[in-house]
């Protein structure tokens, strides 16, 4: 029985050890607003598909990310909640994230709306948060990250 506890606990453990390890790469992580997409519209809301590019700097082990939570915005007003969860990224390559989102028309003024919906103009976009990687006994570390992107929205 002793045993039986003993080889549980080393175990536990080393998937303790291995997951510290991979929010430690997180630190050499580099973030990325890549790209958010106009999906679908109608005449009530718009769909954008948010991609946010984790590129992980070590070359021998993988980064996980527990959960982002954050706000996007556009032309400094505030389009949209984003949040992203359980992202592991392999050693040296990087992972583009999705989130999808629905915008209420109301959620825009009227010269926002003009350049979404004619696709011209350049867009500031924004994306602020806070991304939790997990730490020693389940506890979660929060990390605020502040990404911009100016370009057009495709």
Request: charged share 20%.
């Amino acid at each position: 029985m002793k045993k039986l506890l003993l080889l549980f606990t080393a175990a536990a453990l080393l998937t303790a050890c291995a997951s510290v390890k991979e929010t430690e790469n997180m630190a050499d992580c580099k973030f990325a607003l890549r790209s958010v997409e106009l999906t679908n519209y109608n005449l009530t809301s718009f769909d954008f598909d948010v991609i946010i590019a984790i590129t992980n700097m070590n070359r021998k082990e993988a980064a996980a990310l527990k959960r982002f939570e954050g706000e996007l915005t556009v032309n400094e007003e505030k389009m949209a909640d984003i949040s992203l969860a359980d992202i592991r990224i392999e050693p040296n390559s990087t992972k583009n994230a999705k989130a999808r989102v629905n915008v209420p028309m109301t959620g825009f003024n009227s010269k926002l709306l003009g350049l979404i919906s004619m696709g011209s103009g350049t867009l500031d976009y924004h994306l602020t948060g806070t991304m939790y990687f997990e730490g020693p006994l389940g506890t979660e570390i929060p990390v605020p990250v502040d990404i911009g992107r100016i370009g057009s929205y495709n």
